[in-house]
Each structure stands twice: as C-alpha cells, then as structure tokens.
C-alpha cells in the first residue's frame, strides 16, 4: 500500500512517514531491507540533508516499537554521514529516543557524549530526560537535570516546570509541588491550565472539598487544594485587571 501512495502524483517524500513504516516491519520480525529496495529515493535519490532526516526519524520510530538495538544502529548509521548537522542532530533522537525506551540513565550518558563531543543540548533535551527520569520515579536525577540546565543557561520552560510537577504528584510528593509552582512563578513562569490541572490530579479525593466540614482540615491533600484555589484566584484577578 504504501509503495502504491509513493508512486501517486500527489505524493511528497515523508521521512517520519517512511521510518514508521520500517519500524513496524522490523517489530514484526519482516525484512525491511527488502523494502528499502523497494524504494529508489532511499538508494541515492535523497540529499544529504533527508537522509539525516531519515535516520533522525529512524532512531525514534524504532524507539517508540521498543526496539534499542535497532535504535543505536540507525544513530551509528547517522554518524557516517558527510553532514555536519548529522551528529548533534543525531544524539537529539537518541536521547529522546532512549527516554522513551523509559531508559534515561543511558539517555543521559548520551547527553553527556553530546557536551564532549562539543554540542550544547538545548532545551528539548534537558526537557525530555526530565521527563523521563520523573516517569521512573527518578526524582533526584530529575531535579539535577533542572538544576544543571539553569546552570547552562536553558531557562525551564512552562512545559518543564509542568513535568516537574506532575512527577511529584505521582510520587505523592505536595509538598515538593508547591514548591515547584513557587519556583515557577518566581522564575516569571506563569503556571497554565496543565499546570493547575497537575495540581488537582493530586488530591481527585478533595476536588468537591470546598468547606472544612469534611473533617480534613489537616490533610496535606486538602492543604494543597487551598493551595491551588488560592493561587488560581490571584492569576484570574491579575488577569482581569
């Protein structure tokens, strides 16, 4: 089928498209190579700068069907290119790509391989193994990373200090959450509806809890909503002003 849509008229050369297609076929335990052959463009027909499209897209299709080793191979394949955005680019879908195999101790050694080899990882990469290491429970890594990207001069965005949060409330941490959205605001990032929405995922028990009748006055769950109504109706009074 879908050699039949690359030969269509209409049809424009999709390297995520592509790297898809060959990573379902190599989960499948089907040869790709066969398809490869199949397709002039991958032969020679590519510039250099879309075949270092394709193996970037490579590296995280094979990723998100859980297969590494092919994973490193297409990164490995990558840095053979005659292209200088190949390598940098390359250690970006690696690293995205390992955190996604919910591997980010490895990830970071890449991102560490990435600094030696003198590429300074930008957000996204700093982002994504937060991520990662927050969805492993990994709160200690985590926070260093954050703590090291300030250092290089990355600001956290909202979408990072989001995932921060999030992890502490899937630790169970309120405390550590409040703390964060404190961080956040001092840092002049305003807390968005996600942000706000991982506030309240923390404590679903107490969300109906607008009175103290409930007898849990102390609770640390029932605290931290107070915490949330308080601050949400200071952003809404500011932002009608």
């Keep these: 089928m879908y050699k039949m849509v690359r030969d269509a008229v209409w049809y424009k050369w999709d ?16 040869s790709n ?18 075949r270092a499209d394709l193996g970037c ?18 990164f490995q394949d990558l840095q053979s290119l005659p292209l200088a955005r190949a390598v940098p680019f390359g250690y970006k879908s690696l690293i995205r790509a390992y955190c996604v195999l919910d591997l980010p101790s490895e990830a970071e050694q890449f991102l560490r391989a ?20 927050g969805r492993n429970g990994m709160l200690r890594e985590m926070e260093m990373l954050a703590c090291e990207m300030c250092n290089q001069g990355v600001a956290l965005d909202t979408a990072g200090f989001n ?26 990032v305003e807390p968005n509806l996600v942000s706000w929405n991982a506030l309240t995922k923390a404590c679903p028990s107490l ?3 607008l009175s103290d009748d409930c007898g849990l006055l102390a ?23």
Excluded: W
């Design 219 to 241: 609770s640390p769950e029932l605290l931290l909503l107070r915490y949330i109504f308080i601050k949400a109706k200071h952003y809404l009074h500011v932002n009608r002003c």
């Design 163 to 188: 995932m921060i949060i999030s992890s502490y409330g899937q630790a169970g941490q309120h405390d550590k959450m409040v703390e964060v959205v404190d961080r956040m605001i001092a840092a002049g």
């Design 15 to 30: 390297a995520r498209l592509h790297a898809r297609i060959v990573a379902l076929l190599a989960k499948d335990g089907q």
């Design 207 to 209: 969300i109906t809890a």
């Design 114 to 133: 990435m600094q030696v080899a003198g590429y300074q990882p930008s957000g996204d990469e700093y982002k994504s193994l937060i991520h990662g290491f």
């Design 33 to 50: 190579a066969a398809m490869l052959q199949e397709l002039p463009e991958v032969q020679g027909f590519l510039s250099l700068a879309q």
């Design 57 to 74: 897209a490579l590296i995280e299709s094979y990723a998100h069907c859980g297969l590494q080793s092919h994973a490193l191979a297409a």
